[in-house]
Structure formats: structure tokens, C-alpha cells
């Protein structure tokens, strides 16, 4: 029965696409077909990095960065019953252009292949390329523009969608669970009760670090009919971002990671890198720095190594107990919503402060990207006085595979949020995905009474509201999928 969208009090969901969707009980006998792909997204030519306010342009590779895709069918014999595509790509956010660019050329090299149910997601390198125009200037000459790569990132995704949907085969899968204590919240609180992301936490009125750390490692396998593990899905919540200030092409920690499970379970397995909730973590040290490069020292490995070796040591935990429980035609259930958010206010003195920035910023030269940001805020204070102001909306993923549900975003969604979702979903496992879309944080109340970057209006297009909304409309989506557990 086709699903019709509902108005609550504080969102609608407004399906994508009017879809017909078989009972969960009538799926349990249908059999599961996977195909995967990873294609280099890698220009031939230097680019501007995203993920910082002043403009970089690579100056070399220090890895590729790629887009690994995998391809989930279920079928009833012949009959296709559903679906859904998964792509994660080396880059900072997924922009809404690049997004339609994609589903674009799917719908014409695949026509099969239902591209509303195409998840995109970004594993939030800061050393990966700009695809958005206007933020950074770039020299017109010698480097390719953020349009120009938009359309090669569209067609190398579309190509390797194809690649996947070619290799489509019966499969069986897992999901496990571990653990890696790679990411540190990265908010110090102060006496006067202000924050600062990266603030000094040796300082005489430094108090607490600000939010609940999540060190959770949900893993997906997906093996052949011959039992060879094709592909993994590793979701963490951190974001890659070690490295964010490079001028080099460089996929951070995801590189190793990689290499190493490659030369382990074989060169052509596809590593699938998911972020959590974590706009308010990031992998780099707070506290504890001189013990902690000592150890790592001693280990004689490099930053990214020591990432990739905890990533790496939970990945193996949750396969030791996924690989006994490998499961053939596992439920396949997708939904996918666009539902309004209500917008972050910008208050009469943020106004002020941000256009005495861009009054400042425009007398002197190179400072487009912060020009671009307290802009945004002094447009967003004029539509508020014009009353012009129109809903936040967004795409949200809800899905069903087996026992476990993975649930997409497109913010750097503060952890408090995806703990909350984590916490009352009925599901075994949940995954939590972040950066399915163009980003932009989404901060816990706490944060924005403490202030500081990312969590003030130049960071936000929506606040805590609008999280209590995503949180309560993807717990609610996940019980629909998960009818007895929920009961």
C-alpha cells in the first residue's frame, strides 16, 4: 500500500516519490542480491581542497581519494521487490547539485535503478576537492573549477553505480559491533560557562570538555555465494579530518584503513566509510597529547596508522561475531522523506556582528570564504525582517537491512542527537549516517549557550529544535520498519 505522508506538529514528511512498499513479513523469504564498486575520484589535474577559510590548491596525491559504492537488491524470483544504493565518497558534504547531478546520470546509463533510493555520503576530508562555486577563490587558469569537477564526480559515481548493478549476485550478510576510541569531543568548557572548538584545556578556568563521547564501530559484511567477503560498511562516529589542513589530495585515515583490510580479505574488497553523529568530535587529541604521541610513537606508527589500527581492531571484533551469523535473504526496506526543520533564528546582535565582519573583510583582499560565511548570516536577518523566510528542508534515509537500520542526515549532527536516536531505536543496531547531503551543524542546546564555532549562526541554518525533530521523526520512521521489536 502506497505510504501517504502525515503532518505532525512540528514536521511533515513529504515522500520523495509516490512508492508502493511490500509488507516487511512477505520479505522475509526473498533473496538478497549485492553488487559493489570503488571508483578513484582522484582529478588528472590540481583542484581547490575544501574544509578550511582560506584557499588551498593540491599541490600533489598523498592518497586517492575514492567513492566506494554498494548496491542492495531484494527479489522475489524474478520480481525486483527493492532497491538501494549506497555511495561514500572522499569529500567534505555532498551538495545539493552534486547530489542531482548523480541521480541525473544514473537515470541515464541505468535506468533501472530507482535514484531516489541513492545514498550519498561524504567521509568529511578536509583535504579533499571544493565542489561548490563561490566560497573560495581559485585561480582561473591550471586548476579545474568546482563545476568541472562536479560533473567528472557525477560520472565517475554513475559509472561505478553501473559497475555495481552490473556485478549484482545472490549474497549474505552480517552486521557486527565494536569499538575504537578515535574521536575526542573537541569543545572545552570555561568558567564563565563560554566554549570553544579546540579550546586550550590547560588553561587555570578551563572546567570540562563539553559533550558525551561516542566510540561505537557498527560494521556491515556482505559476503558472496562462495562465502568471500565482498564488501564492509565500517561506521564511526568521527569525522576524517586529521589531516584537514594539507594542501595534498588525501583521503586521511580511510587510506589505511583500506590498505590495510585489502591486503588482509583481498585487493578488490570494497570498504564502504561511514561517519556517526559527530559534529561536535573529531579525531584530533584534547588532553592526554604527551602520553598518547609517546605510545604511538613506540608502536612506531603515524597518526593515521594509529587511527586505522583502532579502526581496524573493532572492525575485526564485530566480524568475529557477524561471520557466525551470516545471513541469506535478509529484509530490504527503504524510506525515504523530505521533511521540513524549523530554521535557526538569527538574533538582532549576530546581525550586527556579522555585518560589521563583512564590512570589515571587504576592505582588504582574499577573504571570500569568510565573507561568504557572515554573509549568509546578514542575508538571513534581512529575509527574517522582509518575512521571507521559508522552511528548512531536508532528505532523510531511513532503512531496513536485516536486523540492523541505518538512518542518514546531511549535518555535522552533534552526538547528543545520534546517541538519542541510537538509544530508542527498536532495531539491533542502528547506523546513524551523517554528511548524506551538503552539512552545515546541527548543535545540542548545550552548546549553543556556550557559543563558539559550530555552534553559532554562522554555523547553523537550524538549532537544537529542528534536531529533536530529526531525532523523533527517524525514531518513529525506524519502528515503522521494525513493527515487533517495536511492540
Same mark, same amino acid.
Request: charged residues 25%; contains cysteine.
Given at each position: 500500500?502506497?505510504y501517504?505522508?502525515?503532518?505532525?506538529?512540528?514536521?511533515?514528511?513529504?515522500?520523495?516519490?509516490?512508492c508502493?512498499?511490500?509488507?516487511?513479513?512477505?520479505?522475509?523469504a526473498?533473496?538478497?542480491?549485492?553488487?559493489?564498486?570503488?571508483?578513484?575520484?582522484?582529478?588528472? !589535474?590540481p583542484?581547490?581542497?575544501?574544509?578550511?577559510?582560506r584557499?588551498?590548491?593540491?599541490?600533489?596525491?598523498?592518497?586517492?581519494?575514492?567513492a566506494?559504492v554498494?548496491?542492495?537488491?531484494?527479489?522475489?524470483?524474478? !520480481?525486483?521487490?527493492g532497491?538501494?544504493?549506497?555511495?561514500?565518497?572522499?569529500?567534505?558534504?555532498?551538495?545539493?547539485d552534486?547530489?542531482?547531478?548523480?541521480?541525473?546520470?544514473?537515470?541515464?546509463?541505468?535506468?533501472?535503478?530507482?535514484?531516489? !533510493?541513492?545514498?550519498?555520503?561524504?567521509?568529511?576530508?578536509?583535504?579533499?576537492?571544493?565542489?561548490?562555486?563561490?566560497?573560495y577563490?581559485?585561480?582561473?587558469?591550471?586548476v579545474?573549477?568546482?563545476?568541472?569537477?562536479?560533473?567528472?564526480?557525477?560520472?565517475?559515481?554513475?559509472?561505478?553505480?553501473?559497475? @555495481?548493478?552490473?556485478?549484482?549476485?545472490?549474497c549474505?550478510?552480517?552486521?557486527?559491533?565494536?569499538?575504537?576510541?578515535i574521536?575526542?569531543?573537541?569543545r572545552?568548557?570555561?568558567?564563565?560557562?563560554?566554549?570553544?572548538?579546540?579550546?586550550?584545556?590547560?588553561?587555570?578556568?578551563?572546567?570540562?570538555?563539553?559533550g558525551?563521547?561516542?566510540?561505537?564501530?557498527?560494521?556491515?559484511f556482505?559476503?558472496?555465494?562462495?562465502?568471500?567477503?565482498?564488501a564492509?560498511?565500517?561506521?564511526?562516529?568521527?569525522?576524517?579530518?586529521?589531516?584537514?589542513?594539507?594542501?595534498?589530495?588525501?583521503a586521511?585515515?580511510?587510506?589505511?584503513?583500506?590498505?590495510?583490510?585489502?591486503?588482509?580479505?583481498?585487493?578488490?574488497?570494497?570498504?564502504?566509510?561511514?561517519?556517526?553523529?559527530? =559534529?561536535?568530535?573529531?579525531?584530533?587529541?584534547?588532553?592526554?597529547?604527551?602520553?598518547?604521541?609517546?605510545m604511538? &610513537?613506540?608502536?612506531?606508527?603515524?597518526r593515521?596508522?594509529e587511527?586505522?589500527? #583502532?579502526?581496524? @581492531?573493532?572492525?575485526?571484533?564485530?566480524l568475529a561475531?557477524?561471520e557466525?551469523?551470516?545471513?541469506?535473504? @535478509?529484509?530490504l /526496506?527503504?524510506?525515504?522523506?523530505?521533511? /521540513?526543520?524549523? &530554521?535557526?533564528?538569527?538574533?538582532e546582535r /549576530?546581525y550586527?556582528?556579522?555585518?560589521?565582519?563583512? #564590512?570589515?573583510?571587504s576592505k582588504g583582499?582574499?577573504?571570500?570564504?569568510?565573507?561568504?560565511?557572515?554573509?549568509?548570516? $546578514?542575508k &538571513?536577518?534581512? +529575509?527574517q525582517?522582509?518575512?521571507?523566510?521559508?522552511?528548512?528542508?531536508? /532528505?532523510?534515509?531511513?532503512?531496513?537491512?536485516?536486523?540492523v537500520?541505518?538512518?542518514t542526515?546531511?549535518?555535522?549532527?552533534?552526538?547528543?542527537?545520534?546517541? @538519542?536516536?541510537?538509544? !530508542?531505536?527498536?532495531?539491533?543496531?542502528?547506523? $546513524?549516517?551523517?554528511?548524506? =547531503?551538503?552539512?552545515?551543524y546541527?548543535?545540542?542546546?548545550?552548546?549553543?549557550?556556550?557559543?563558539g564555532y559550530?555552534a553559532?549562526?554562522?554555523?547553523n541554518?537550524?538549532?537544537?529544535?529542528?534536531?529533536?525533530?530529526?531525532?523523533?521523526?527517524?525514531?518513529a520512521?525506524?519502528?515503522?520498519?521494525?513493527? +515487533?521489536?517495536?511492540?
Open positions: 500500500m502506497p501517504v505522508s502525515r503532518p505532525t506538529a512540528r514536521a511533515v514528511w513529504l515522500p520523495l516519490l509516490a508502493t512498499f511490500t509488507p516487511l513479513d512477505s520479505l522475509d526473498a533473496e538478497l542480491l549485492a553488487g559493489a564498486a570503488t571508483v578513484s575520484l582522484t582529478p588528472d !589535474r583542484v581547490a581542497l575544501s574544509g578550511q577559510m584557499t588551498r590548491i593540491s599541490t600533489a596525491v598523498a592518497s586517492r581519494v575514492t566506494t554498494l548496491v542492495l537488491e531484494s527479489r522475489d524470483g524474478d !520480481r525486483v521487490l532497491t538501494t544504493t549506497f555511495v561514500s565518497c572522499d569529500v567534505v558534504s555532498i551538495p545539493d552534486a547530489l542531482a547531478a548523480i541521480r541525473a546520470q544514473v537515470a541515464q546509463k541505468t535506468p533501472g535503478v530507482p535514484v531516489e !533510493r541513492i545514498v550519498v555520503s561524504a567521509t568529511h576530508t578536509h583535504t579533499g576537492p571544493v565542489l561548490v562555486e563561490g566560497i577563490e581559485i585561480p582561473a587558469g591550471g579545474m573549477q568546482p563545476a568541472e569537477y562536479v560533473e567528472f564526480f557525477a560520472g565517475r559515481i554513475a559509472e561505478g553505480i553501473a559497475a @555495481a548493478v552490473e556485478g549484482l549476485r545472490p549474505r550478510v552480517g552486521w557486527g559491533m565494536g569499538h575504537a576510541v574521536a575526542q569531543n573537541r572545552s568548557v570555561y568558567a564563565d560557562g563560554s566554549a570553544a572548538m579546540y579550546g586550550s584545556t590547560t588553561k587555570d578556568d578551563f572546567r570540562m570538555i563539553e558525551y563521547e561516542d566510540h561505537d564501530l557498527d560494521a556491515l556482505v559476503w558472496n555465494a562462495d562465502g568471500r567477503l565482498l564492509t560498511v565500517i561506521d564511526v562516529p568521527c569525522p576524517a579530518q586529521e589531516v584537514e589542513g594539507a594542501s595534498q589530495l588525501d586521511d585515515f580511510w587510506h589505511p584503513v583500506r590498505e590495510t583490510l585489502r591486503a588482509e580479505y583481498g585487493a578488490d574488497l570494497h570498504v564502504l566509510a561511514w561517519i556517526g553523529a559527530a =559534529g561536535d568530535q573529531s579525531p584530533h587529541l584534547m588532553f592526554r597529547k604527551t602520553a598518547e604521541e609517546r604511538r &610513537r613506540l608502536r612506531g606508527l603515524s593515521l596508522e587511527i586505522a589500527r #583502532r579502526i581496524v @581492531a573493532g572492525w575485526k571484533d564485530a561475531g557477524a557466525q551469523e551470516r545471513v541469506a535473504g @535478509a529484509v /526496506e527503504h524510506r525515504v522523506d523530505r521533511i /521540513e526543520l524549523p &530554521r535557526r533564528e538569527v538574533s /549576530e550586527e556582528l556579522a555585518r560589521e565582519k563583512v #564590512r570589515d573583510l583582499t582574499g577573504n571570500e570564504t569568510l565573507l561568504f560565511w557572515h554573509g549568509k548570516v $546578514v &538571513r536577518w534581512e +529575509d525582517q522582509a518575512g521571507t523566510v521559508t522552511p528548512f528542508t531536508t /532528505e532523510v534515509h531511513v532503512i531496513r537491512i536485516g536486523d537500520a541505518v538512518a542526515n546531511q549535518f555535522e549532527l552533534y552526538t547528543d542527537f545520534g546517541v @538519542a536516536m541510537k538509544a !530508542r531505536s527498536p532495531a539491533l543496531q542502528t547506523f $546513524v549516517v551523517q554528511l548524506a =547531503g551538503r552539512g552545515t546541527l548543535p545540542s542546546a548545550r552548546a549553543v549557550r556556550g557559543g559550530s553559532i549562526a554562522e554555523s541554518e537550524v538549532g537544537p529544535e529542528a534536531g529533536q525533530v530529526l531525532v523523533d521523526h527517524t525514531v520512521r525506524i519502528k515503522e520498519l521494525f513493527p +515487533d521489536a517495536a511492540r
